[in-house]
């Protein structure tokens, strides 16, 4: 099948930055949109930032010019930078992709087991 591996998360200090990366792997024939998404203690899961497979992105608004995402198409992977960092964004990272793989039919949606990212006061 496929899977989703997410790398690069931990405790930085308020206005750091980190850099996350997400690989798929697996019988992938196709990757339609990538994206991050977040989960705080206690809150649900929300969109951080999305990108089609053209490049399009969308970012929610507690991220816009801080966090910048990117993908490349020939490895499967999608990267979300994050700058000026606030401790609201605590929480954990999880990736999320729609692909089309050998066997599945269609397009698939899968997440990652998520990262998690701890800014400091």
């Known amino acids: 099948q496929v899977q989703l591996v997410e790398s690069g998360g931990g405790l930085v200090q308020g206005g750091g930055s980190l850099r996350l990366s997400c690989a798929a792997s697996?019988?992938?024939?196709?990757?339609?949109?990538m994206g991050w998404y977040r989960q705080a203690p206690g809150k649900q899961r929300e969109l951080v930032a999305t990108?089609?497979?053209?490049?399009?992105?969308n970012y929610a608004d507690s991220v816009k010019g801080r966090f910048t995402i990117s993908r490349d198409n020939a490895k499967n992977t999608v990267y979300l930078q994050m700058n000026s960092l606030k401790p609201e964004d605590t929480a954990d990272y999880y990736c999320?992709?729609?692909?089309?793989?050998?066997?599945?039919?269609?397009?698939?949606?899968?997440w990652g087991q998520g990262t998690q990212v701890t800014v400091s006061s």
């Open positions: 999320n992709a729609d692909v089309w793989y050998y066997g599945g039919g269609t397009y698939i949606n899968f």
């Open positions: 990108i089609t497979s053209g490049g399009s992105t």
């Open positions: 697996g019988s992938i024939i196709s990757i339609r949109a």
